[in-house]
């Protein structure tokens, strides 16, 4: 599975777009891009994913770039409760069906 | 409520026991997973199983055991083996259904060896 790169912390001030950007400049084809979420002290969520086309449901957005090496995910409106560590996964279709986490980035959100 | 359940939340054990933390789901998912997350770190696979008597190891299976008797459950056993215990035990699940493969987590169980 090719290796994501994540900014370690961003914060964003409530009501507003929080982008998390990431990296995966080595994905192949078959690949999936694959956001979850962790709050603290809890178990992680599942946000959302994408292969090729933009994506969105109704927590959030994914943004893939026509080259599929980096993608951004937008929470349009952020809250307090959207304070939380995530991470950008990418993953094949293998039959371990894994998820293999890093270290994700830290959103902040302000009041 | 559909979902998966974790107990303890917290668990207590000295060092030398073994201990086995609990995984239940009522999703009718295929596969469970069994993830470690140390502070300040993202999860690492233990244990993953596809189907009822089959597990595979992940990628620190070393001093841990597991079994898949039912479907909905999924028990982890911390042996004494282990040589660094103490963490964040977290269970999922998934379908085994092609293009829908998100997992879904429990809440995790602390574990502290002494």
């Known amino acids: 599975d090719a290796k994501t790169t994540q900014p370690t912390s961003m914060d964003c001030a409530e009501g507003r777009a929080a982008n998390l950007p990431c990296n995966h400049s080595?994905?192949?084809?078959?690949?999936?891009v694959y956001w979850y979420r962790q709050i603290h002290s809890q178990g992680p969520q599942y946000i959302i994913h994408?292969?090729?086309n933009n994506e969105t449901n109704e927590m959030a957005s994914l943004i893939i770039t026509e080259d599929r090496k980096s993608s951004t995910l937008i929470l349009p409106h952020a809250t307090l409760r959207d304070t939380a560590v995530y991470y950008c996964?990418?993953?094949?279709?293998?039959?371990?069906?894994?998820?293999?986490f890093g270290s994700g980035t830290r959103l902040l959100v302000r009041p | 409520d559909g979902g998966i359940t974790q107990s303890p939340k917290y668990l207590f054990r000295k060092e030398g026991q073994n201990v086995t933390l609990s995984c239940e789901q009522n999703?009718?998912?295929?596969?469970m997973y069994w993830y470690r997350q140390d502070p300040g770190q993202g999860l690492r696979l233990i244990y993953y199983?596809?189907?009822?008597?089959?597990?595979q190891k992940g990628d620190i299976a070393e001093g841990y055991s597991v079994s898949r008797e039912k479907k909905e459950s999924f028990p982890l056993t911390v042996t004494s083996a282990q040589k660094n215990p103490t963490a964040f035990y977290l269970c999922?699940?998934?379908?085994?259904?092609?293009?829908?493969?998100?997992?879904?987590f429990g809440p995790g169980t602390r574990l502290t060896v002494t």
């Open positions: 999703l009718n998912h295929d596969a």
């Open positions: 996964i990418v993953r094949g279709m293998d039959s371990s069906y894994k998820l293999i």
């Open positions: 080595t994905i192949s084809g078959n690949e999936y």
């Open positions: 994408g292969l090729k």
């Open positions: 999922a699940s998934s379908t085994l259904q092609q293009g829908s493969y998100e997992q879904y």
């Open positions: 199983s596809q189907i009822v008597n089959d597990f």
